[in-house]
């Protein structure tokens, strides 16, 4: 996890798969703790379902602190997933 240069938003890791989903679930909580309202997905290459759980709980997290939380650059595969899946509708992404 990584910052893109501004204070409201951070960057998901290359890979976020089962084996990474908690450490990449705790350390974009502690962003939106500090007011992150973003994240950046382009460096995202390799994903799972677990990928799709992790963006679910920190726009919960953005959501209990009256904040939205916005997607970008979600990679194509995964937003199919999430329409495969029935929860694109629950993510706030756009390209």
Partial sequence: MSSAGTGGRFQTAATLTHESAKSALEAGLSRIAAGATEVD????????????AVLLAW???????????????LPSGLA???QAYGVDTLL????
């Avoid at 997905?41 to 799709?52: E, G, I, M, N």
């Avoid at 706030?92 to 390209?95: D, L, M, N, V």
Wanted: net charge positive.
């Fill in 41 to 52: 997905c382009a460096p995202l290459r390799q994903f799972d379902s677990s990928a799709l």
């Fill in 59 to 73: 726009q919960r997290a953005a959501t209990s602190r009256g904040a939205a939380l916005g997607i970008v650059n």
């Fill in 80 to 82: 199919s997933l999430a």
């Fill in 92 to 95: 706030t992404f756009r390209h």
